[in-house]
């Protein structure tokens, strides 16, 4: 993630993750922001989940156990403490009085659309997909092409991965595996990115 992260300094825009689980990404985002760019109010941290699991799968999503309505859910209302860990990590850093997150609770093949419907003016950077599913990652994917710059990163972490295949199905018909390099760290098997260009 470092490394990844280091990839969007240059690039002016917000970092969207989708599918927050228990949110590490995100609160290692917000350390790595003010690691690099501790004055960069305007690179935004949103995160998109339902925090209650699948709400509902695909045949393309494949047979594994795991892929199943509810499956990755977390503790009621745990979006609430994940708030509280993601403000301490602002206080933490300059500009603190200005809030540069967002948790976007709920089916966000619906809520993505609301948020960018919300903010015209979203520009992403750096989209991190975790959704492991079919449906959500081609929705979202779809949904924010437009708001992409030359330049931005786009991450996925089930790509390649046989008990999700949804999410390589869906990377494939958005931008088509042969369209891009498919870069990954040598030392880690997931994430894998590109570079949109």
Request: negative net charge; proline residues 4%.
């Amino acid at each position: 993630m470092n490394d990844i992260y280091k990839r969007i300094l240059d690039v002016q825009g917000i970092i969207c993750e989708f599918g927050v689980l228990w949110g590490n990404n995100l609160a290692l985002f917000e350390s790595l922001r003010g690691i690099y760019e501790p004055y960069n109010y305007m690179r935004k941290i949103v995160g998109f989940d339902t925090f209650e699991g699948f709400p509902h799968v695909n045949e393309k999503d494949g047979k594994a156990e795991i892929v199943a309505k509810g499956s990755y859910s977390v503790t009621k209302e745990y979006e609430n403490y994940l708030g509280e860990i993601l403000n301490y990590h602002e206080r933490q850093s300059p500009i603190s009085h200005i809030k540069k997150y967002d948790l976007i609770k709920g089916d966000a093949t619906k809520t993505i659309k609301r948020y960018l419907d919300e903010n015209p003016e979203t520009i992403i950077s750096f989209a991190y997909f975790d959704f492991d599913l079919y449906e959500p990652t081609k929705i979202c994917l779809e949904a924010i092409l437009p708001h992409l710059s030359k330049g931005a990163i786009i991450a996925f972490d089930e790509l390649l991965d046989h008990a999700f295949p949804g999410e390589t199905l869906a990377f494939d018909e958005v931008l088509g595996i042969n369209k891009y390099r498919i870069h990954r760290d040598s030392h880690n098997s997931q994430p894998s990115y590109i570079i949109y260009e």
